[in-house]
């Protein structure tokens, strides 16, 4: 009976120290911003916790997610992933935005948070894209209006398959909603791409901001896509890419 005790003993001392040793010390903190868009709340947060015990989520919705933008608190957050699809903005706000992500803080950004912004190009600068609710013109190029179609099955082809993000993921079906028409910046590095003739071809890109790593994912508009497993395993690559961890 003494020795069972002590087996016993010994055994829950090293599932502790498993424990230990296997649980994230420093998860990756992901601000979530949404607002401007209805979306199945439930379900997108189901997608979030999936990621597993390395991220750790918070969910917050414009115009009072412009607070997380102040200096006094960047240090609450690790990455900003944008969801979405709000239009107003001030000029204090404006700075407030571009600054934050210019010293440093990553962007993972996801579907209709490129339809964000109307009237402010630097946002389009910021995640390398836009789509357009009206005709725009960016560099001396013409755009017309955006179109968008819901509910396709449709391929997704991975464009750099060594890169941090796509890495291990190969070409995928996905049900969703197109995008076509949207602006795609000029030496912004591709992902992923579509040869569904009702998307714009580049539906995933990566590129720079000032000194912040920026992710941008034209899928995620409803629960399928949040149950994809290859589109969950890109938002978590996303994340931890533009992290640097």
């Not at 969703?176 to 590095?189: F, I, L």
């Not at 790593?213 to 996303?238: A, C």
Request: negative net charge; hydrophobic residues 40%.
């Amino acid at each position: 009976m003494k020795n069972k005790i002590l087996n016993l003993i010994f055994l829950f001392a090293i599932f502790l120290m498993f424990s230990v040793f296997t649980a994230p010390a420093n998860p990756v903190r992901i601000l979530v911003i949404t607002g401007g868009h209805g979306y199945k709340a439930k379900e997108f947060n189901e997608m979030l916790a999936s990621l597993g015990p390395g991220i750790a989520y918070q969910v917050t919705e414009f115009p009072g997610a412009y607070d997380m933008f102040l200096p006094e608190n960047r240090d609450k957050y690790d990455v900003l992933v944008f969801y979405h699809m709000w239009q107003e903005i001030t000029d204090d706000q404006k700075k407030m935005f571009s600054e934050c992500i210019g010293e440093g803080k990553p962007v993972v950004a996801l579907h209709h948070s490129i339809c964000a912004f109307d009237d402010w190009p630097e946002y389009w600068n910021i995640i390398g894209g836009k789509y357009f609710h009206k005709p725009a013109t960016i560099d001396g190029k013409e755009y017309p209006a955006s179109s968008y179609i819901h509910d396709l099955h449709f391929k997704v082809r991975i464009a750099d398959p060594e890169h941090p993000v796509t890495k291990g993921i190969k070409d995928f079906e996905i049900f969703d909603e197109t995008y076509k028409g949207y602006y795609v910046q000029a030496g912004s590095t591709p992902l992923l791409t579509t040869d569904e003739p009702t998307s714009t071809p580049v539906i995933g890109w990566t590129k720079k901001y000032g000194k912040a790593r920026i992710v941008v994912l034209q899928s995620g508009h409803d629960v399928p896509t949040f149950e994809n497993p290859n589109y969950r395993k890109l938002l978590k690559q996303s994340i931890e890419w533009v992290s640097d961890k």
